[in-house]
Every structure is written in structure tokens, then in C-alpha cells.
């Protein structure tokens, strides 16, 4: 059935708006009250104060285009691939640098060779060189000061939310201590597997198939139980692609998502036997709550017109049985929390019909709002006041709201989502 939207009545926010940007540029967040400014014609880099919409200061960083930007103790670290030439088109494997300034006032910090690890553990940056023979390090943010060092932390594979698994080329896999660099030794994997992902039950993985001409195929994804890396099964899924099959952890389950081309989303069970097919089905996310699998995804029905249903809906399935929770229409997925998700409705839906107070009306501007996903909550998008534009692209974390590329031209807006939201 289709949900019908709580009427907006949340508390008032605070509303900034931000400075204009030009042709190419763009805005992050990077933490609680702050985002950068950048370009993609340049290396400029901008720091702004969500609270009052100042920029507090901007300047190149001098080692390459930025790939990453993250706060970690008042400091602001950055990463971005080296350049070989003046140019700033050349390339070159193992040249990635690491760049430190102070989060206020811009001031360099310290640098360093090689990237940060995707996770870091409190005040600590793990650092790794990918490429090169190096071994990677845990720093301090502020002084850069090496803490430890690793021979073997050489891939960001899994993240089991202390330890990073590297894979060697024999197929062992080691854990690595984000606070402490100490290495524990988890299982061996078949020669040349690499991981793919996982879950706290169990990892997939992939093998090698490298071809003697055309594009590199993945014969089979491997699922190992976590404990150990024994093989459960083997699933024997495709993709001639240059890049292995999509397929995500579903608790018990393994689903295989869907693409933009309309592929039906699979789900097969740790046998590795397809327990059911969704029909041109999208799969965004997998969600936990308290314990049962939820996915997130688009319906797409093309060629079907229903009266104030758009042709592609938003759904959320139970993840053992594919059954339908709930059809929450053009509301889209802004980000998924512990305990909710965060969903828009955008301008480019804005001739939408939606249910309102068991009413029909026309969507005008672009409109927040959540799912509350605490057990025994109805499955119901519960909205939030008008974000005053018809906004085509908004993300939400550390509790700021920043919305862009507004239809009309207007200016980027930061709101802050605080506690009076609760």
C-alpha cells in the first residue's frame, strides 16, 4: 500500500544560507558544523562555519586533487593522488600524499606519503601507501607523530569496527589493530582471493580469472564463515564487467543487487541457492533493525501509470521472503542512521501526487523527512518542514542537512538537525 506522509510538524530549524558558488563548484560535509568548498577545475580547497555561513579560509593544499577530507581531533586531513608533472595530468601508482591543517585557521600541520585508510580509530590516522613497498602507519592527527607501523595493512579490504583485514597474495588474512598496529592472524583464504565484503557472520570473496584477451570476468563469488575463513559455499554468479558481481550481506542471506539496466535483484541463501528474484528491482540498502534485514531499493514499473503513484517507487522488503513493508512512493534515500532513515522528496518529483492527510496535492518544493525504524514503529515517512526550494540534491550527516543545485538558482543551504528533533 502506498504510505500516507505524517503532515509536517517538527520544530523549527536554524537556516543558513551559504555563499554563492561558481561554475564547478561544489559543497561537503565534513563534520558537525563544517564543509569544504571545492572545484573540479582547480585544487582549492574551503573550509566554511555551517553555524554563520563564513568561510574561514581557503588555499591548495599542493598535493594533487583531493580524494578524501575528514576531521579527526580539530584537524582536518585530506588525501589525494600525487601528480608526476606541472601539468597535473600525469598519474603514477604509490604517489598518494596526506596533508594536515588546523580545522580554524588552515595552518599546515604536518604531511605525509601515502593515503588514510577509509576507518580510523579516535585520534589515530592510519595511513597506507598503495603501490609502493612501504609500510603503513598510525599517526597522531595533530602532530603527525608515527605511533606505529605495519608491514602489513596493504588494502582496505573489511573493516570489522576495530581491525583492518589485509589479504596477502598466498591468501592470508591478518587483522590489524587501528589503535594499536598489532596484527591478528584470522584464517587463510584460496590463493588470490580477494574480499569483497561482509558482514559479522561471514566474508565474500572472489577469485582471480585473469583473461588472455577482453574484459577481466569473475567466475563465482566464495562465502567463508568469519571465524576461521571456512568455506560455506560457492555462489556461481557472474559479471564480465571489469569490476566483480554486486553483492551485499543480507543477514543470513546474500543479495545480489539489481543495476540501472533493469537486472532483477537475486537472493540466495549461505548454500548458496537462490531463494527468490525481485523483478527490476534496484536494491539501494540493506538495513538492520533490531535484528530482522530490511532492504531499501527502487521498483521500477515501467510502462505503468497508476493515479498519484509515480512509474518508479521506492519499497521497503523483508529480506527472507521479498514480501513488501512498505511503498514509500518518490521519497528517495538521503542517508540510513542507527535508528532511521532519512529520505527527500526532491524537485525533479515536485508533479508527483502524494497522500497527505488522505489528500492529493502537488509536490512545489523540496521536503525532509524520516522513517522511524525503533521496533514496533510503524513503517511511515514522517515529514519535516519545507526546505524553502525546490532542491535537486541534499546530503545529511553529523547532524547538518546541506542541500544544493537548487532549480531556481538560489544559494546552497545548511540547516541544523539537533536535538529538538528527538
Given at each position: 500500500m502506498m504510505l500516507a506522509a505524517v503532515p509536517p510538524n517538527g520544530p523549527s530549524t536554524g537556516r543558513v544560507v551559504l555563499p554563492a558558488l561558481t561554475r564547478g563548484e561544489f559543497y561537503s560535509l565534513i563534520g558537525d558544523g563544517y564543509a569544504t568548498r571545492h572545484s573540479i577545475h582547480d585544487d582549492d580547497v574551503g573550509v566554511l562555519d555551517l553555524h554563520n555561513g563564513r568561510e574561514l579560509w581557503r588555499r591548495d593544499p599542493g598535493i594533487g586533487h583531493?580524494?578524501?577530507?575528514?576531521?579527526?581531533?580539530?584537524v582536518l586531513i585530506m588525501s589525494a593522488t600525487g601528480y608526476t608533472d606541472a601539468t597535473k595530468k600525469v598519474l603514477r601508482s604509490g604517489t598518494d600524499q596526506t596533508f594536515a591543517v588546523d580545522l580554524r585557521s588552515g595552518g599546515e600541520l604536518w604531511r605525509?606519503?601515502?593515503?588514510?585508510?577509509?576507518?580510523?580509530?579516535?585520534?589515530?590516522v592510519p595511513i597506507w601507501c598503495s603501490?609502493?613497498?612501504d609500510d603503513s602507519v598510525g599517526v597522531d592527527a595533530r602532530t603527525g607523530r608515527e605511533i606505529w607501523r605495519s608491514?602489513?595493512?596493504k588494502a582496505s579490504n573489511y573493516f570489522d569496527g576495530t581491525a583492518q583485514w589485509s589479504t596477502d597474495r598466498d591468501g592470508t588474512v591478518r587483522a590489524v589493530d587501528l589503535t594499536t598496529g598489532n596484527a591478528r592472524l584470522v584464517g587463510t583464504l584460496p590463493k588470490d582471493y580477494w574480499i569483497i565484503g561482509g558482514s559479522t557472520r561471514y566474508i565474500l570473496a572472489v577469485p582471480p580469472s585473469p583473461p588472455r584477451s577482453g574484459p577481466l570476468e569473475y567466475p563465482g563469488v566464495g562465502v567463508f564463515d568469519i571465524h576461521g575463513l571456512r568455506q560455506i559455499a560457492y555462489l556461481n554468479v557472474t559479471n564480465?564487467?571489469?569490476y566483480p558481481p554486486d553483492l551485499w550481506p543480507c543477514g543470513d542471506l546474500i543479495c545480489q543487487r539489481g543495476g540501472v539496466d533493469m537486472v532483477d535483484m537475486k537472493v540466495y541463501d549461505l548454500q548458496g541457492q537462490l531463494r527468490y528474484i525481485t523483478a527490476q528491482f534496484l536494491l539501494h540498502t540493506v538495513i538492520d533493525r533490531d535484528g530482522q534485514q530490511l532492504i531499501l531499493g527502487e521498483q521500477h514499473r515501467s510502462g505503468v501509470v497508476a493515479t498519484g503513484v509515480p512509474t518508479d517507487t521506492n519499497q521497503i522488503l523483508e529480506a527472507t521472503t521479498g514480501r513488501v513493508l512498505a511503498d514509500i512512493g518518490a521519497w528517495r534515500l538521503v542517508r540510513?542512521?542507527?535508528?532511521?532513515?532519512?529520505?527527500?522528496?526532491?524537485?525533479?518529483?515536485?508533479?508527483?501526487?502524494l497522500l497527505v492527510s488522505s489528500q492529493e496535492r502537488a509536490q512545489e518544493e523540496t521536503i525532509f523527512g524520516y522513517i522511524d525504524l525503533r521496533p514496533?514503529?510503524?513503517?511511515?515517512?514522517?515529514?519535516?518542514r519545507p526546505l524553502g526550494g525546490a532542491y535537486e540534491d541534499c546530503d545529511f550527516d553529523f547532524g547538518w542537512l546541506l542541500c544544493g543545485n537548487d532549480v531556481a538558482h538560489t544559494r546552497s543551504v545548511a540547516i541544523h538537525v539537533g536535538d529538538d528533533f528527538e
Amino acid at each position: 500500500m502506498m504510505l500516507a506522509a505524517v503532515p509536517p510538524n517538527g520544530p523549527s530549524t536554524g537556516r543558513v544560507v551559504l555563499p554563492a558558488l561558481t561554475r564547478g563548484e561544489f559543497y561537503s560535509l565534513i563534520g558537525d558544523g563544517y564543509a569544504t568548498r571545492h572545484s573540479i577545475h582547480d585544487d582549492d580547497v574551503g573550509v566554511l562555519d555551517l553555524h554563520n555561513g563564513r568561510e574561514l579560509w581557503r588555499r591548495d593544499p599542493g598535493i594533487g586533487h583531493l580524494q578524501s577530507q575528514r576531521i579527526v581531533d580539530g584537524v582536518l586531513i585530506m588525501s589525494a593522488t600525487g601528480y608526476t608533472d606541472a601539468t597535473k595530468k600525469v598519474l603514477r601508482s604509490g604517489t598518494d600524499q596526506t596533508f594536515a591543517v588546523d580545522l580554524r585557521s588552515g595552518g599546515e600541520l604536518w604531511r605525509r606519503k601515502g593515503a588514510v585508510l577509509a576507518n580510523t580509530a579516535g585520534a589515530i590516522v592510519p595511513i597506507w601507501c598503495s603501490g609502493c613497498p612501504d609500510d603503513s602507519v598510525g599517526v597522531d592527527a595533530r602532530t603527525g607523530r608515527e605511533i606505529w607501523r605495519s608491514p602489513w595493512l596493504k588494502a582496505s579490504n573489511y573493516f570489522d569496527g576495530t581491525a583492518q583485514w589485509s589479504t596477502d597474495r598466498d591468501g592470508t588474512v591478518r587483522a590489524v589493530d587501528l589503535t594499536t598496529g598489532n596484527a591478528r592472524l584470522v584464517g587463510t583464504l584460496p590463493k588470490d582471493y580477494w574480499i569483497i565484503g561482509g558482514s559479522t557472520r561471514y566474508i565474500l570473496a572472489v577469485p582471480p580469472s585473469p583473461p588472455r584477451s577482453g574484459p577481466l570476468e569473475y567466475p563465482g563469488v566464495g562465502v567463508f564463515d568469519i571465524h576461521g575463513l571456512r568455506q560455506i559455499a560457492y555462489l556461481n554468479v557472474t559479471n564480465s564487467a571489469s569490476y566483480p558481481p554486486d553483492l551485499w550481506p543480507c543477514g543470513d542471506l546474500i543479495c545480489q543487487r539489481g543495476g540501472v539496466d533493469m537486472v532483477d535483484m537475486k537472493v540466495y541463501d549461505l548454500q548458496g541457492q537462490l531463494r527468490y528474484i525481485t523483478a527490476q528491482f534496484l536494491l539501494h540498502t540493506v538495513i538492520d533493525r533490531d535484528g530482522q534485514q530490511l532492504i531499501l531499493g527502487e521498483q521500477h514499473r515501467s510502462g505503468v501509470v497508476a493515479t498519484g503513484v509515480p512509474t518508479d517507487t521506492n519499497q521497503i522488503l523483508e529480506a527472507t521472503t521479498g514480501r513488501v513493508l512498505a511503498d514509500i512512493g518518490a521519497w528517495r534515500l538521503v542517508r540510513v542512521d542507527a535508528d532511521r532513515i532519512w529520505v527527500a522528496l526532491f524537485a525533479s518529483r515536485r508533479t508527483a501526487k502524494l497522500l497527505v492527510s488522505s489528500q492529493e496535492r502537488a509536490q512545489e518544493e523540496t521536503i525532509f523527512g524520516y522513517i522511524d525504524l525503533r521496533p514496533g514503529v510503524r513503517l511511515a515517512v514522517t515529514t519535516l518542514r519545507p526546505l524553502g526550494g525546490a532542491y535537486e540534491d541534499c546530503d545529511f550527516d553529523f547532524g547538518w542537512l546541506l542541500c544544493g543545485n537548487d532549480v531556481a538558482h538560489t544559494r546552497s543551504v545548511a540547516i541544523h538537525v539537533g536535538d529538538d528533533f528527538e
